[in-house]
Antibody, heavy 129, light 114 residues
Framework: QVQLVQSGAEVKMPGASVKISCKASGFTFTNYPIHWVRQAPGQRPEWMGRINAGNGDTIYSQKFQGRVTITRDTSASTAYMDLGSLRSEDSAVFYC??????????????????????WGQGTMVTVSS | DIVMTQSPDSLAVSLGERATINCKSSQSILYRSNNKNYLAWYQQKPGQPPKLLIYWASTRESGVPDRFSGSGSGTDFTLTISSLQAEDVATYYCQQFYTVPPWSFGQGTKLEIK
């Protein structure tokens, strides 16, 4: 079945980095953009960035620019999100999500829409000294 | 950046009754060239990721029950659950995907059973 499976929970010191993986199955990985979303406890989700899994193009939210790097390994159908200079507000659940990639006519497009139709189960990151 | 504001923050509805959640964007998210509103709705239950319900403001995602419907245009949108079921207890988020990133979510509406 179509799914994204993320790596497990992490505990990090302030200032450290964390790298989370997101393995795709049930669909052609390189045909879809993959996004990363942060959700702090009790807060709304926040879009961090995305990668075009086909050509590797990335775009990041200005809020996370300079701290976040999204990469992918097409041979493993896996996307990665690396977040550095961790601080307390990064204690959150991080999700990867597949882009819907449909045109307004409802046809697969392969392009970014900004709608997230398949989500990973989430990875809890705790930043604490 | 476009700011999304939902109302109410929480809502209690009796089983079988209608639930209505509102979402307002700080600017129009209607793209006039294709007459599409770039608005999505998600449902999130505790400990789970969000689940896509509706996109283009009113297109129901495959597998979503037809008691869920979306409406509205421009800056004002509504998610309606026509007959509340126990499994609909969740937090609901609207999200705009109109502009180049960042795409933004509303603050959420917590729906409970009265």
């Amino acid at each position: 079945q179509v799914q994204l499976v993320q790596s497990g929970a992490e505990v990090k010191m302030p200032g450290a980095s964390v790298k989370i993986s997101c393995k795709a199955s049930g669909f052609t990985f390189t045909n879809y953009p993959i996004h990363w979303v942060r959700q702090a406890p009790g807060q709304r989700p926040e879009w961090m960035g995305r990668i075009n899994a086909g050509n590797g193009d990335t775009i990041y939210s200005q809020k996370f620019q300079g701290r976040v790097t999204i990469t992918r390994d097409t041979s493993a159908s896996t996307a990665y999100m690396d977040l550095g200079s961790l601080r307390s507000e990064d204690s959150a659940v991080f999700y990867c999500a597949r882009d819907l990639s449909k045109s307004p006519e409802g046809i697969y497009s392969g392009h970014v829409t900004g709608v997230f139709d398949i989500w990973g189960q989430g990875t809890m990151v705790t930043v604490s000294s | 950046d476009i700011v999304m504001t939902q109302s109410p923050d929480s809502l209690a509805v009796s089983l079988g009754e209608r639930a209505t959640i509102n979402c307002k964007s700080s600017q129009s998210i209607l793209y006039r060239s294709n007459n599409k509103n770039y608005l999505a709705w998600y449902q999130q239950k505790p400990g789970q990721p969000p689940k896509l319900l509706i996109y283009w403001a009113s297109t129901r995602e495959s597998g979503v029950p037809d008691r869920f419907s979306g409406s509205g245009s421009g800056t004002d949108f509504t998610l309606t659950i026509s007959s509340l079921q126990a499994e609909d207890v969740a937090t609901y988020y609207c999200q705009q995907f109109y502009t180049v990133p960042p795409w933004s979510f509303g603050q959420g509406t917590k729906l409970e059973i009265k």
